[in-house]
T-cell receptor, first 112, second 113 residues
């Protein structure tokens, strides 16, 4: 079945540094790749997504890149701030094409 | 926030007892999902629904059943709860299935003693 691998599991950066989280997927038919942010004790919320006909998408300090050939996509956060501290999840569709399955998450800690 | 509520938000039960978690939406979205979240495992898909009375299994469906008799309600049932089912359960809804945004409920924390 579909497998979504996410790395690293934890990431610690200094405020102002950049952070990069990477995910790989196995189903070449996947065409939608979202990223969710979950703050402590809260529900996951979509922060950015990308579709397979686009190689990169930016929204202020966050960006997502997609390499369909290599079947991986990455989340880039620039000029990190303490409020960026959270768990980040990537996702891709399952093999049946009917639901999203998630990576195991990356805990990002931004220290000031 | 999207109109999605889960109940109960917290529950403590004993091994072997049945438990039902309810997800209610006011958005009229077609797709509804149940995920569980555990440390080190992220969000894992239990069951999902793509319409009234249309449901299917996810990654970790053993020990769980679901029902969707109305568009707005998606029930998750643990017929005989086990300690391994202690988890935080999230319901999610989507208008576009696996190609659109998921809106999550606030989560239901279940503890099985």
């Amino acid at each position: 079945g579909e497998n979504v691998e996410q790395h690293p599991s934890t990431l610690s950066v200094q405020e102002g540094d950049s952070a990069v989280i990477k995910c790989t997927y196995s189903d070449s038919a996947s065409n939608y790749f979202p990223w969710y942010k979950q703050e402590l004790g809260k529900r996951p919320q979509l922060i950015i997504d990308i579709r397979s006909n686009v190689g990169e998408k930016k929204d202020q300090r966050i960006a997502v890149t997609l390499n369909k050939t290599a079947k991986h996509f990455s989340l880039h956060i620039t000029e990190t701030q303490p409020e960026d501290s959270a768990v980040y999840f990537c996702a891709a569709r399952n093999q049946a094409g009917t639901a999203l399955i998630f990576g195991k998450g990356t805990t990002l800690s931004v220290s000031s | 926030d999207a109109g999605i509520t889960q109940s109960p938000r917290h529950k403590v039960t004993e091994t072997g007892t049945p438990v039902t978690l309810r997800c209610h939406q006011t958005e009229n979205h077609r797709y509804m999902y149940w995920y569980r979240q555990d440390p080190g495992h992220g969000l894992r898909l239990i069951h999902y629904s793509y319409g009234v009375k249309d449901t299917d299994k996810g990654e970790v469906s053993d020990g769980y059943s679901v029902s969707r008799s109305k568009t707005e309600d998606f029930l998750l049932t643990l017929e005989s709860a086990t300690s391994s089912q202690t988890s935080v359960y999230f319901c999610a809804i989507s208008e576009a299935g696996n190609t659109g945004e998921l809106f999550f409920g606030e989560g239901s924390r279940l503890t099985v003693l």
